[in-house]
């Protein structure tokens, strides 16, 4: 996995097989990704690293998230629920997302379109300081939130991403109640990949 920020914009995350090659989805949004590098680090936010993907904090927060797929390139707003948007860019990270919010583009001409607005919400974002959150918070029907290493890992997954929204609500809680459960990332991370085989056959935490 990608450790180095600036690594990332030129061999991706270091996940799959293509990473470090021209396949490699980072390739697929060169401007996109520059044209929004550009933006976020000249607004004081300061760029690290983190589960292979670029990720901007401020004052010491995990703030914002770039990433490269397929069909799109994606600004991750963490904790980003709370922020006013007048013009309707920010969608749910997923379908049990709660507080995190996206924006997702497929063109270099539409990113530029939405240049303001973009601005906009991550000015708002930084002097927006939500408490901070456990990794895992319930939702208002109980849904636990997914736990930011697994929306990374589903993001860069989509066939585990899918079969893991088909299963059923109690064995996905099981399963985001055990990830979630563990006080380090790297742990959260081994436990997301040993659950694997489970998840692509439909069986929850506990089946044998």
């Given at each position: 996995m990608t450790k180095d920020a600036s690594l990332f914009f030129l061999e991706g995350c270091g996940r799959c097989p293509k990473g470090g090659t021209p396949e490699c989805k980072v390739h697929r949004w060169t401007s996109e990704l520059a044209l929004l590098r550009g933006w976020i680090t000249a607004m004081d936010f300061k760029e690290e690293c983190k589960w292979g993907?670029?990720?901007?904090?401020?004052?010491?927060?995990?703030?914002?998230?770039?990433?490269?797929?397929?069909?799109?390139?994606?600004?991750?707003?963490?904790?980003?629920?709370?922020?006013?948007?007048?013009?309707?860019?920010?969608?749910?990270?997923?379908?049990?997302?709660?507080?995190?919010?996206?924006?997702?583009?497929?063109?270099?001409?539409?990113?530029?379109?939405?240049?303001?607005?973009?601005?906009?919400?991550?000015?708002?974002?930084?002097?927006?300081?939500?408490?901070?959150?456990?990794?895992?918070?319930?939702?208002?029907?109980?849904?636990?939130?997914?736990?930011?290493?697994?929306?990374?890992?589903?993001?860069?997954?989509?066939?585990?991403?899918?079969a893991f929204e088909a299963l059923t609500p109690g064995r996905r809680r099981g399963y985001l109640l055990h990830i979630a459960g563990a006080a380090q990332a790297a742990t959260r991370l081994r436990r997301i990949e040993s659950a694997v085989p489970k998840i692509l056959t439909g069986k929850g935490l506990q089946d044998p």
């Open positions: 993907m670029p990720c901007y904090t401020y004052q010491g927060r995990n703030m914002v998230l770039l990433s490269a797929l397929k069909e799109h390139v994606v600004l991750s707003f963490l904790e980003g629920s709370s922020l006013n948007d007048p013009s309707g860019l920010l969608q749910k990270a997923g379908p049990n997302s709660v507080r995190d919010r996206i924006i997702r583009w497929n063109s270099l001409q539409g990113l530029m379109d939405s240049e303001v607005q973009v601005k906009s919400l991550l000015k708002q974002h930084q002097f927006n300081n939500p408490k901070s959150s456990k990794s895992i918070v319930p939702s208002a029907e109980g849904t636990p939130e997914y736990p930011l290493e697994l929306k990374v890992f589903l993001k860069e997954n989509p066939e585990i991403a899918q």
